[in-house]
Structures are given as C-alpha cells and as structure tokens.
C-alpha cells in the first residue's frame, strides 16, 4: 500500500525578519561608510580623521565596487588620474557622463569612484569618465573645481559635444557638479545635458532644518563631520558664495536635474531647497527623497539602491 506524501509548507520570512537580516547584510559597509564620515573635532580636520575617512572610503571601494560586465581603464591627464568606465557589451559611445565622487572634499580615490561610476554606466549604458580631484585639506578650494574644469575641457576635445554629456555627482561630488554648471554659465559656455545629484552637499551655511531634525536619525553624517570638511575645504572664506554653496547660485538655465535623498539623513534641506530654488528658477527638476535610508544609499548592494539607479535610467530616456 503506497504510504501518503507529506506536503510541506513553504514558511516565508516577515517583512521584519526580512528587515532584520538586510541590516545585518548591509552592518560593515555602514560601519565603513561611518568611518569615512566621522571627524572627532568640530573645528578641524586632523591627520588621523583624514586617515581614518581614506582608509574607509578604499576599503568600502573594495567591498561593493560592482565591476562586473564593465571595463576599467585607468589614465593620467597631465598628472591628474582619471578612468573610464565602460559596458564591455555595446554602449551609446556618442555620449559620456562625467562622474564627481563625494567624500567632503577631503576623501576620495578612483577605487572608490568605481561603485557609482560602474553602476551608472550599467543603468544608463554610456562611458563613464571619473577624476581624482586634489584633496583638502592639502589643496583646498579651489584646487577640486579646477580639476573638473580640466576633466570637463578634456570631454570637449575628445570630440563630445555638452549636450552629449551628463554630469553626476554624490554628496560633495553633486556640489562639484553644480559648481562647474555655475562656472560653466558664468563664463558663457554651453552647459551639460542634465545633472544627475545624489545626496547632493549645496549648502554649506548648513543653514537648513534638517540639520538638527535629523541629527538623531542619521546613521552616517555628523554635524561635526560637516563642519570638519568645511573648514578644511573654505576656511576664511564666506560660505554663501555659489561657488562654495551652489544652493544660492543664479539656477536660470541649468539642466534638467535629478535629486535622489534619503529621508534619514542630515543633508536632507540642502536636496529640498535645490529643487525648490530649481523650479523657482523654470528648471525641470525631479526630486526623489527614499523613505528610512541614508546619505548616498544608491552605492548599497540592496534592491531600493538598485531602484533608485533604476530610476535614473528612466530620467535620463525622459529627459532625451
């Protein structure tokens, strides 16, 4: 006599267990992105926080840089290190993105360029061009903006066209990138396609709400960190000027814009405000604050980081 089959039920995780075990997935490379962005005094960037923010920016490149199906082409401009990023399989090759990294003006490598430089260039299937811009506080401003601007003229004689390149950037990335737009206009220059700002840093007053509202809720920045970075970039200088805070550049005439945010994170007016003064100034801007996540969350191996480079994609095909 056949004996009857036991049927086993299939027990799927709760959203919270589901939760629960994405935190833990995701504990070191929080731990390491805090590292990067923690500064122990308020007024001043020493040599162990500058070593502590570039030890954890290259270990958080080793970690999740996802180069798979991409080239990596690395080469100096008259000094300057640069690489490309490219689709090993077909790409658009008539237009480039132009990729600034954040780190406060004070950290950054092009190892750790390659986790967003690599996931643009999957989602929006173009070359993408990164820079290792001069660090403060051994170069201060305006040293970085130079930089782009060589990284910028270089696009140009290599046959691109502005309306064939986006600039992106994250966090201080996204303030170099909205500083060259500014720079760019101001000197009467065709400017680029779109802006592509993550988490970007536009205020640096530091004059918005979210500053204190969301000191407690932020699992990356500090306000000591920001003033840190600040004052090892502009020190003396006065911090309202466009070129330092883009948040109060004359926006006439910029691009169409993306702002991604999370909702948790201290920069949160600095997004907000942009593109208030964005659609004040008749510029088509989207922006898209992500529920509970944090500063520059789209560099994460989690699925609402892929959404949100997703979402990028879809900008970019509306926008051209």
Same mark, same amino acid.
């Given at each position: 006599?056949?004996?009857?089959?036991?049927?086993?039920?299939?027990?799927?995780?709760?959203?919270?267990?589901?939760?629960?075990?994405?935190?833990?997935?995701?504990?070191?490379?929080?731990?390491?992105?805090?590292?990067?962005?923690?500064?122990?005094?308020?007024?001043?960037?020493?040599?162990?926080?500058?070593?502590?923010?570039?030890?954890?920016?290259?270990?958080?490149?080793?970690?999740?840089?996802?180069?798979?199906?991409?080239?990596?082409?690395?080469?100096?401009?008259?000094?300057?290190?640069?690489?490309?990023?490219?689709?090993?399989?077909?790409?658009?090759?008539?237009?480039?993105?132009?990729?600034?990294?954040?780190?406060? @003006?004070?950290? !950054?490598?092009?190892?750790?360029?390659?986790? =967003? #430089?690599?996931?643009? +260039?999957?989602?929006? $299937?173009?070359?993408?061009?990164?820079?290792?811009?001069?660090?403060?506080?051994?170069?201060?401003?305006?040293?970085?903006?130079?930089?782009?601007?060589?990284?910028?003229?270089?696009?140009?004689?290599?046959?691109?066209?502005?309306?064939?390149?986006?600039?992106?950037?994250?966090?201080?990335?996204?303030?170099?990138?909205?500083?060259?737009?500014?720079?760019?206009?101001?000197?009467?220059?065709?400017?680029?396609?779109?802006?592509?700002?993550?988490?970007?840093?536009?205020?640096?007053?530091?004059?918005?709400?979210?500053?204190?509202?969301?000191?407690?809720?932020?699992?990356?920045?500090?306000?000591?960190?920001?003033?840190?970075?600040?004052?090892? @970039?502009?020190? !003396?200088?006065?911090?309202?000027?466009?070129? =330092? #805070?883009?948040?109060? +550049?004359?926006?006439? $005439?910029?691009?169409?814009?993306?702002?991604?945010?999370?909702?948790?994170?201290?920069?949160?007016?600095?997004?907000?405000?942009?593109?208030?003064?964005?659609?004040?100034?008749?510029?088509?801007?989207?922006?898209?604050?992500?529920?509970?996540?944090?500063?520059?969350?789209?560099?994460?191996?989690?699925?609402?980081?892929?959404?949100?480079?997703?979402?990028?994609?879809?900008?970019?095909?509306?926008?051209?």
């Amino acid at each position: 006599m056949e004996e009857p089959r036991i049927r086993k039920k299939l027990i799927r995780p709760t959203a919270e267990q589901r939760q629960d075990e994405e935190k833990r997935r995701l504990d070191p490379f929080l731990r390491a992105l805090r590292a990067i962005h923690t500064a122990a005094t308020p007024e001043t960037m020493d040599v162990e926080d500058l070593e502590k923010q570039r030890r954890g920016q290259e270990l958080l490149g080793r970690l999740i840089a996802p180069m798979a199906g991409m080239s990596w082409e690395p080469f100096s401009l008259d000094g300057m290190s640069c690489a490309w990023v490219r689709p090993q399989r077909g790409y658009d090759r008539r237009r480039a993105v132009l990729y600034c990294h954040g780190g406060g @003006y004070t950290s !950054g490598t092009l190892g750790y360029s390659r986790i =967003l #430089s690599s996931k643009l +260039a999957h989602v929006i $299937g173009w070359e993408v061009l990164s820079f290792e811009y001069r660090l403060a506080p051994e170069h201060p401003y305006p040293a970085a903006v130079e930089d782009a601007m060589r990284a910028w003229d270089y696009l140009m004689y290599q046959g691109y066209g502005a309306r064939d390149v986006v600039v992106a950037g994250d966090s201080a990335g996204g303030n170099l990138a909205l500083v060259l737009t500014h720079l760019l206009k101001q000197a009467g220059r065709r400017l680029p396609r779109a802006l592509i700002l993550l988490s970007p840093w536009t205020d640096m007053t530091a004059s918005g709400k979210s500053y204190q509202e969301r000191a407690e809720l932020d699992p990356v920045l500090t306000n000591n960190y920001i003033t840190a970075v600040r004052d090892a @970039y502009a020190r !003396g200088r006065d911090w309202s000027d466009p070129c =330092l #805070s883009p948040l109060f +550049a004359d926006l006439a $005439g910029f691009p169409p814009t993306l702002i991604q945010a999370g909702s948790n994170e201290i920069l949160l007016s600095d997004s907000v405000r942009l593109r208030d003064r964005l659609v004040q100034a008749a510029v088509p801007c989207r922006l898209e604050v992500w529920k509970e996540l944090w500063h520059v969350f789209q560099m994460f191996p989690m699925r609402k980081a892929a959404e949100a480079m997703e979402s990028i994609g879809r900008f970019l095909l509306e926008t051209l």
